[in-house]
């Protein structure tokens, strides 16, 4: 793959969110054009699988859909011309599986998929059998076609280097900056004077998600950068160039605000950057310590600069100082009560759960307010699915660092670091149960797969 094709799918994607949020934001009809994207998009994907046997191209744009949307939806408001093209592309990946007759190829962490979706079949059973049959067809179609496609791509995408998955986070990291802060520029209607209103009160939302989702799909990418220092081995270029774009990534984040991404995403710089201190040491190489640490200094520098500049128009550091001092760690910022409640209502079924969609159906009623999530990844599972989806849901975590600790390599030290940011922030929030969220670790864990494999996999 072309690396110019990563550019042209995440331009044409952004560009087609850009619209539809600009026709949104100025309360115009945005369903055509979005519709006619989706349907064009779709075929084109289609017409790919139809003529061309490896799919790295088309998991790769399949890695951008979910972000294309400048609205949000849910399971019972899901656009027409998505389900269209969910039914094109099919009918791409059915003429693909016969004309090339791909070799099946199962993911080492399949099973482990397979318990989790059984679970998730069986949530809520224990409750109103209206409503278990209600959500019982929408379930059904969304696990049977996350395995489906972990199945097919596992088996008709071709071996991708690992350098090649980096750079594609990379894009995808740029992307999503873009949208943040095109969000921004598009609320305060193209002034400078209400980027000040935009970003204080109303905070970032691109439509797919708030700021909360934006920075959790940053933190996928955050450390990616850094692998590049061990690609390039050690060049000055890479020491400078690779912590300025980790560092930049964060202050994004910073911008968009979510303090648990902050806090996780600071957590994961500090021990990658104590990782590679103590590695130049080992390997007595000191003055790669100095380009190293002297990128991120340089740039912490510049941007202070910039801010006291704008300090006018924009307080930034009083602002940031205001909402992080509203953190009570006492309440655990106000889940506490969430996670009570949740465990509370879990009691009554425990072994089943309430059901995947009952945090919308029945909401979770606390002091603070009502609530669709748990906000906790684990306590979600167990309120959704009971005990039976807890079990399943820690089983497929273990396996998926167990089988990249086995066998070490400075590849699986990265992919471990790249899942485990956004996997730590789901202690406190939602992330498994966010669909951006699990089509973006499908993909990775598909183009990945060679490193699952019994044998050290160095690219």
């Not at 990249?404 to 996997?423: A, D, T, V, Y």
């Not at 789901?426 to 598909?446: Q, R, T």
């Amino acid at each position: 793959m072309k690396r110019i094709t990563h550019f042209i799918i995440a331009g044409v994607t952004f560009l087609v969110w850009l619209i539809c949020y600009i026709l949104i934001h100025f309360n115009l009809n945005y369903q055509i054009f979005e519709g006619i994207c989706l349907i064009l998009i779709s075929i084109a994907l289609c017409l790919h699988l139809c003529l061309i046997k490896n799919t790295l191209n088309v998991i790769v744009a399949i890695l951008y859909i979910p972000f294309i949307f400048a609205h949000p939806f849910d399971v019972y408001t899901i656009p027409i011309p998505l389900i269209v093209g969910g039914i094109v592309l099919g009918i791409g990946v059915i003429v693909n599986a016969i004309r090339f007759k791909p070799k099946l190829k199962l993911h080492r962490l399949f099973l482990s998929f397979c318990l989790i979706c059984g679970a998730l079949l069986l949530s809520g059973i224990g409750t109103s059998l209206i409503d278990y049959l209600k959500s019982l067809p929408m379930i059904l179609i969304i696990c049977l076609a996350f395995l489906a496609l972990i199945i097919f791509f596992c088996s008709t995408v071709e071996k991708v280097n690992f350098e090649k998955i980096i750079f594609m986070l990379c894009i995808f990291s740029i992307f999503l900056q873009l949208q943040g802060y095109a969000a921004i520029f598009v609320s305060a209607d193209a002034k400078f004077s209400l980027i000040k209103e935009t970003m204080y009160k109303s905070r970032v939302f691109v439509g797919w998600g708030i700021c909360n989702n934006l920075d959790l799909m940053l933190l996928f990418t955050l450390l990616a950068p850094l692998y590049y220092i061990f690609y390039f081995k050690f060049s000055v270029k890479s020491l400078i160039l690779a912590p300025l774009c980790t560092t930049i990534t964060f202050c994004s984040m910073t911008i968009f605000m979510s303090r648990g991404s902050l806090m996780v995403g600071l957590f994961g710089i500090v021990l990658a950057y104590i990782f590679f201190i103590i590695y130049f040491i080992y390997k007595k190489m000191p003055k790669k310590i100095i380009y190293f640490l002297s990128s991120t200094l340089g740039f912490i520098i510049i941007i202070c600069i910039f801010t006291l500049a704008i300090k006018k128009y924009i307080d930034l550091p009083n602002y940031l100082k205001t909402y992080l001092s509203k953190i009570d760690f006492s309440k655990l910022n106000g889940r506490k009560a969430i996670y009570l409640k949740c465990l509370n209502d879990a009691k009554e079924h425990l072994i089943f759960g309430r059901g995947l969609l009952a945090g919308f159906v029945y909401r979770i009623d606390v002091a603070e307010g009502n609530y669709q999530w748990c906000h906790s990844t684990l306590l979600q599972s167990l309120y959704s699915a009971g005990l039976v989806g807890l079990v399943a849901m820690l089983i497929h975590l273990f396996f998926k660092y167990f089988y990249l600790l086995k066998n070490f390599s400075i590849e699986k030290l990265f992919l471990i670091m790249i899942m485990l940011l956004p996997g730590l922030y789901g202690l406190f929030d939602v992330s498994y149960f966010f669909i951006n969220f699990m089509i973006v670790l499908i993909v990775i864990l598909v183009l990945t797969q060679d490193l699952y494999d019994k044998k050290v996999v160095n690219n």
